[in-house]
């Protein structure tokens, strides 16, 4: 029995990154844009549709998803485009003010509050109407109000609620720049690192995907020097796709969401998983600048720091586990001897516990046209990951200093008495840096306590 998953779709991003998602769910199960099954799909083609739909009395398949915001702009956009008649409008929130949060962490958090009963009763319908239900998938951005703000409510509210059910989160973070922040989010350092407590504290798994290697990735794939968000979300989209395969193709591992971060997080904190895809293909139709696949090659391919979706390098630091999901016409021999080679490269695993390098073979859906033999997704749990939360620490604290726009949080609880909500926050993520810190070296489970 498929174990179900329900994806919660926070903010403007939150929400466009999902619907390309659906729409990619949707390629690859053969459902039309109106939930009907497509002519030339079947009932019983071998995967799990339940992972992420449902089906509704008229047969149509209804995708398991909540759509969130606090302005209806994206919300109309989806509801209004080719996807309008695939989601529940039972299961579409947009806050009856639709002014947004004013990119304001304060004002979404505190907007939660207001709305916690709609939002809980939406996700209990989805939940108590599952069979054997395992967990959440959220998507937002922690730089603006909205997905930030309301999306570290909503997370709260779902340890405090749901706390046996597994939470994965896929989270945008912000593009550096020399002023701090995003040029159209100023206080975007604050925004982070209050979403950040969250992402410690009240996720089990978050897919960590940032803007500047987004971009970098999405110019190289397309060809574009200024790529578009629609061309930005179907990176996203598709990495969301692959890391999900093991469990609506289901083979002999990775079933189910537990089993495929399991293995990937080995201590409760350090769950902030870096990740790349390959090969990617271009908007004119299924063409690469990639000519040749093998599992060798993908996982070479893979392992080079420019298709990490994270501007980290990876040189520096251990790695803590590595996931390979690997879809197409793969012989497990050829697995067998991609690993052998891989044991002669330069990898630092973590020297106190075992690590490795796993490999997950998944179907590649019968839907959807590849002109290429194997293509695979990687997650990798890695120290160095720490710089980055390190950037936003140094933006942070370079706002701080100076008590720059502190006012306008000082208008929302719970700024209202004092700041002491933004001490908690810094001290959780410095927390979390050290962890990765002390991660590399060889007593770490004797400092640590174990």
């Known amino acids: 029995m498929p174990r179900e998953l329900c994806n919660l779709m926070v903010g403007q991003c939150g929400n466009q990154v999902g619907s390309s998602f659906w729409q990619q769910l949707c390629l690859e199960h053969g459902i039309a844009n109106d939930g009907t099954l497509q002519p030339f799909a079947t009932e019983d083609a071998g995967d799990c549709k339940d992972v992420f739909f449902y089906q509704a009395d008229d047969h149509k398949y209804v995708p398991r998803a909540l759509l969130i915001d606090l302005e209806d702009r994206v919300v109309n956009k989806i509801t209004k485009g080719p996807q309008a ?3 529940n409008p039972e299961n579409i929130f947009v806050h009856k003010q639709g002014s947004g949060a004013g990119n304001n962490w304060a004002n ?4 939660g509050h207001e709305i916690s009963d709609t939002i809980n009763e939406m996700i209990s319908r989805e939940v108590e109407g599952s069979d054997s239900f395992e967990g959440f998938v959220l998507t937002h951005s922690i730089a603006g109000g909205t997905g930030s703000g309301l999306g570290s409510f909503i997370l709260e509210d779902l340890s405090d609620h749901w706390p046996k059910k597994l939470v994965q989160t896929y989270s945008v973070f912000p593009a550096n720049s020399k002023t701090g922040g995003d040029d159209n989010v100023v206080v975007q350092p604050y925004n982070s690192m209050l979403t950040m407590k969250r992402l410690t504290l009240c996720a089990d798994c978050v897919v960590v995907l940032d803007n500047n290697a987004l971009n970098r990735i999405a110019e190289d794939t397309f060809n574009v020097s200024n790529p578009n968000q629609d061309q930005v979300n179907k990176l996203v989209a598709t990495v969301m796709a692959a890391s999900t395969a093991t469990l609506r193709y289901p083979g002999y591992m990775n079933n189910g969401l537990e089993d495929l971060i399991a293995s990937l997080i080995p201590l409760p904190r350090t769950h902030f998983l870096m990740t790349g895809y390959t090969p990617l293909s271009l908007d004119r139709g299924p ?5 040749k696949t093998s599992v060798l090659d993908v996982i070479t391919r893979l392992l080079n720091p420019k298709n990490n979706m994270v501007s980290v390098g990876t040189q520096n630091g251990c790695y803590m586990s590595i996931q390979c999901i690997i879809q197409g016409d793969v012989d497990p021999s050829e697995v067998h001897q991609s690993l052998v080679r891989l044991q002669s ?3 630092r695993f973590i020297p106190w516990g075992p690590a490795g390098c796993q490999i997950a073979l998944s179907r590649k859906s019968p839907y959807v046209e590849s002109s290429h033999r194997v293509s695979g997704l990687m997650l990798t749990n890695h120290t160095s990951i720490q710089n980055l939360f390190k950037r936003i620490h140094n933006q942070y ?13 000082k208008k929302f609880a719970p700024f209202k008495e004092n700041l002491d909500e933004f001490k908690d926050s810094e001290e959780v993520v410095t927390s979390l840096i050290k962890d990765y810190e002390e991660a590399s070296k060889e007593d770490f489970l004797k400092d640590a306590g174990f």
């Open 85 to 87: 008649n695939l989601f």
């Open 108 to 111: 979404g958090f505190s907007i």
């Open 287 to 291: 063409i690469s600048s990639v000519r």
């Open 345 to 347: 490269r330069d990898l």
């Open 397 to 409: 604290k370079q706002l701080m200093n100076r008590e720059a726009f502190l006012e306008n949080y």
